[in-house]
């Protein structure tokens, strides 16, 4: 009998009221997460990754709501928790690790303290054992001579320095989940490699499922397992890392894929994907991507296509529709 999924998202749907009217920001969105899988979330800003990074862990912004749907942990339903249950949740069981990590680190706490003070929060360890374990995870990051830096603040520790520490917090409950929201934006390359390494290693050794938001195609070829590519709100394209890049079925994927420069030939200039996406407030009918979309046709303006089951991928997209129809009459 197949494992229950660690994490479900099943039919998200985030809303913003506004005096205009409301906005749905995240529409019907699906997916789920095995125990020590690393699912990429990857789309252009405004495509609603964060925003359901944000609803899977109860941090959604007001006046941002959950409107619709449900999210499992465990099987068990946290999205409707009161707020001291979800903190609990977050506490014990979820981790995070966002894009700036002077947003998570208290920069009049040393981080030794800021560690010792999550540990003791969420399990039975005296001061002294928290400290131990502190110094230890910050060994297991990679931060050189733990005993010494455990008692330094976050403005003596350079970037990519803080983000190990971010992970350092997030890992010392030992999580079930981590969602890691544009972990490495703001570092340079050679660290950005260093950090994907270590969230990989580190989920691999802790059996942690992973959420990684990001906007680099590039990141999640490294690190995940499974990739949901996002579009104004919505899942356009849900499959294996290898088929989802190598074999983009989704238009809007193969656009993304087309704007990765490849190391193995030439190219003169990069794919673009002609226009932006979309407000909120302006979503056309249909698929929300037909207006950017080279292979659009009728009934893409009028109808919005669900996901449906194409080889190893699932794909929001009626070009699969016809294909498979035509494949129905021919047999």
């Known amino acids: 009998m197949a494992k229950s999924p660690l994490l479900e998202v099943k039919d998200l749907r985030i809303e913003f009221p506004t005096r205009r009217g409301t906005l749905v920001a995240v529409d019907g969105v699906s997916f789920d997460i095995a125990e020590g899988e690393v699912l990429g979330v990857v789309g252009e800003s405004g495509a609603g990754k964060s925003l359901t990074g944000a609803s899977i862990i109860g941090l959604l912004?007001?006046?941002?709501?959950?409107a619709g749907g449900q999210v499992y942990l465990s099987g068990r339903r946290i999205d409707n928790l009161p707020y001291e249950e979800m903190r609990k949740v977050r506490g014990r069981e979820i981790g995070m690790v966002f894009q700036d990590p002077l947003t998570s680190l208290n920069p009049l706490y040393s981080v030794g303290r800021q560690l010792v003070e999550t540990i003791q929060t969420h399990t039975d360890l005296d001061e002294q054992a928290a400290r131990k374990r502190a110094i230890e995870l910050l060994g297991e990051?990679?931060?050189?001579s733990p005993k010494v830096r455990i008692d330094q603040y976050?403005?003596?520790?350079s970037g990519g320095m803080r983000q190990r520490v971010v992970i350092a917090l997030a890992l010392c409950i030992?999580?079930?989940l981590i969602i890691a929201d544009e972990p490495t934006t703001a570092l340079d390359v050679s660290i950005q490699a260093q950090i994907i390494t270590?969230?990989?290693?580190?989920?691999?050794e802790h059996g942690a499922a992973v959420v990684l938001i990001t906007h680099d195609?590039?990141?999640i070829a490294e690190t995940a397992n499974r990739v949901a590519v996002m579009y104004a709100g919505r899942l356009a394209e849900i499959g294996p890392v290898g088929e989802v890049i190598q074999r983009a079925k989704h238009p809007y994927t193969h656009g993304l894929m087309g704007s990765i420069p490849k190391l193995s030939h030439a190219t003169e200039r990069l794919v673009q994907?002609?226009?932006?996406?979309?407000?909120?407030?302006?979503?056309p009918s249909g698929c929300a991507f037909n207006p950017r979309c080279p292979k659009a046709f009728a009934r893409c303006m009028v109808e919005r296509?669900?996901?449906?089951q194409v080889e190893k991928s699932q794909v929001a997209c009626w070009l699969y529709d016809q294909a498979m129809e035509r494949t129905g009459s021919d047999g």
Do not use: A
Request: glycine share 10%.
């Open 154 to 157: 976050p403005h003596q520790f």
């Open 174 to 176: 030992n999580p079930k």
């Open 198 to 204: 270590l969230l990989k290693r580190l989920c691999s």
């Open 217 to 219: 195609m590039g990141v």
């Open 141 to 144: 990051v990679g931060i050189p």
């Open 273 to 283: 994907i002609e226009g932006s996406m979309p407000r909120l407030t302006e979503i």
């Open 305 to 308: 296509p669900d996901l449906m």
């Open 61 to 66: 912004e007001p006046p941002g709501r959950i």
